[in-house]
């Protein structure tokens, strides 16, 4: 079992930055790709963004150009720095980390941590 905890959730006016930090109870060596999603209330969970172990990044289209994700092998941390944050920014942020295990995927997730953009 595989333990992520997010923070850096919180309110900020458009325009302004937060950074989301997940981190991972074991080596995020031993996952295969860690990742952001968020979940607005009625929308279905969307991906923010991914990368992979070896360092390859996938966005959103809603986030390509503002938000920048990262993975510190050392502090076993994912990161998520959201620049020029919109209204529609707001919501539920999810980390989610893939361990592949002789073969079989799991998928683990982080309770979330709320982020607020006011207008």
């Known amino acids: 079992q595989v333990q992520l905890v997010e923070s850096g959730g919180g309110l900020v006016q458009a325009g302004g930055s937060l950074r989301l930090s997940c981190a991972a109870s074991?080596?995020?060596?031993?996952?295969?790709?860690m990742g952001w999603y968020r979940q607005a209330p009625g929308n279905q969970r969307e991906l923010v963004a991914s990368i992979s172990s070896g360092g390859s990044t996938n966005y959103g289209d809603s986030v390509k150009g503002r938000f920048t994700i990262s993975r510190d092998n050392v502090k076993n941390t994912a990161d998520l720095q959201m620049n020029s944050l919109k209204p529609e920014d707001t919501a539920v942020y999810y980390c989610?980390?893939?361990?592949?295990?002789?073969?079989?995927?799991?998928?683990?997730w982080g309770q979330g941590t709320q982020v607020t953009v006011s207008s």
């Open positions: 074991l080596s995020i060596f031993n996952l295969n790709d």
């Open positions: 989610t980390a893939r361990r592949s295990l002789s073969g079989v995927n799991f998928r683990y």
